[in-house]
Nanobody
Framework: VQLQACGGGLVQAGGSLRLSCAAS????????MGWFRQAPGKEREFVAS????????VYADPAKGRFTISRDNAKNTMYLQMNSLKPEDMAVYYC?????????????????WGHGTQVTVSS
């Protein structure tokens, strides 16, 4: 079971990034996926999640209206499109996979985690 996140980088405030998370090891479409982030000195926090079918999504308040979570089950890949980035969005972003078709905001709902990708936003 592997999750590989990529797409992070350095961007100016107001810019955009698209994160990707490639999954292997289990039938991708059966399981919910999520994005979390952790800034220096802070606890890991929920960003967004998407059901296995992609019909349902949920966002943390800071992500609403700016971030879009999506998935391509044919490619075993999940995405996080991040627009209008702010300095407070700077963190290591982690993708995670649940063993259920739907998972929400809590990290305990997820069983597999990727290594994370750094997002740096300059003001």
């Amino acid at each position: 079971v592997q999750l590989q996140a990529c797409g992070g980088g350095l961007v100016q405030a107001g810019g955009s990034l698209r994160l990707s998370c490639a999954a292997s090891g289990r039938t991708f479409s059966n399981y919910a996926m999520g994005w979390f982030r952790q800034a220096p000195g802070k606890e890991r926090e929920f960003v967004a999640s998407i059901s296995g079918s992609a019909r349902s999504t949920v966002y943390a308040d800071p992500a609403k209206g700016r971030f879009t979570i999506s998935r391509d089950n044919a490619k075993n890949t999940m995405y996080l499109q991040m627009n209008s980035l702010k300095p407070e969005d700077m963190a290591v972003y982690y993708c995670a996979r649940s063993r259920r078709s739907w998972a929400g905001r809590n990290s305990y709902e997820y069983d597999d985690w990727g290594h994370g990708t750094q997002v740096t936003v300059s003001s």
